[in-house]
T-cell receptor
């Protein structure tokens, strides 16, 4: 089983749509969870951290279910600029914060 | 806003040659990392570095790889004898004093081994 699994997509959605991405992770000892965004041939950029209580940042909402080892990201009112690959990222169980990346889910928002 | 910088942005080298990739982490950060991403694949952890020593390394980080913090600002990744399969984007990252905090990535060095 892969350490972090994501649906590769692509998700093709019109502007204004709501889109949801899911992710599962295999290591129950993982401590921290993130969504990063990566544009083509660019570095990953932190979108948001994910907490058990759920958290929201503008149009973005992230949820974590530790029991199911499941992470989600909801994007409301999609913009053209949201087109990117969304990376689900967890930390290892060790103390030095090694990031374990999923392969990413590609989102294409069209007019 | 402080950012991680990396040089060069692109490097082309012949198989068997040594390359050094350079990074300047964010100034008050204490944890440093190298990751790589082969074209079309996921980002993979290579090595973490804290207090002037390697704290963790992956299976990819074999004897051909080394890291160094030669002064107070630079953090380097050396590949002694490059292979074709070393062609990838190499990202440096840094994080603040606490090990669980967010890592900030540099723009990457695209390495092509011919």
């Amino acid at each position: 089983r892969k350490e972090v699994e994501q649906d590769p997509g692509p998700f093709n959605v019109p502007e204004g749509a709501t889109v949801a991405f899911n992710c599962t992770y295999s290591n129950s000892a993982s401590q921290s969870f993130f969504w990063y965004r990566q544009d083509c041939r660019k570095e990953p950029k932190l979108l948001m951290s994910v907490y058990s209580s759920g958290n929201e940042d503008g149009r973005f909402t992230a949820q974590l279910n530790r029991a199911s080892q499941y992470i989600s990201l909801l994007i409301r009112d999609s913009k053209l600029s949201d087109s990117a690959t969304y990376l689900c990222v967890v930390t290892s169980s060790g103390g030095y914060n090694k990031l374990i990346f999923g392969a990413g889910t590609r989102l294409a928002v069209h007019p | 806003e402080p950012e991680v910088t990396q040089t060069p942005s692109h490097q082309v080298t012949q198989m068997g040659q040594e390359v050094i990739l350079r990074c300047v982490p964010i100034s008050n950060h204490l944890y440093f990392y190298w990751y790589r991403q082969i074209l079309g694949q996921k980002v993979e952890f290579l090595v973490s570095f804290y207090n002037n020593e390697i704290s963790e390394k992956s299976e990819i980080f074999d004897d051909q790889f080394s890291v160094e913090r030669p002064d107070g600002s630079n953090f380097t990744l050396k590949i002694r004898s490059t292979k074709l399969e070393d062609s990838a984007m190499y990202f440096c990252a840094s994080s603040p004093s606490q090990g669980w905090e967010t890592q900030y990535f540099g723009p990457g060095t695209r390495l092509l081994v011919l």
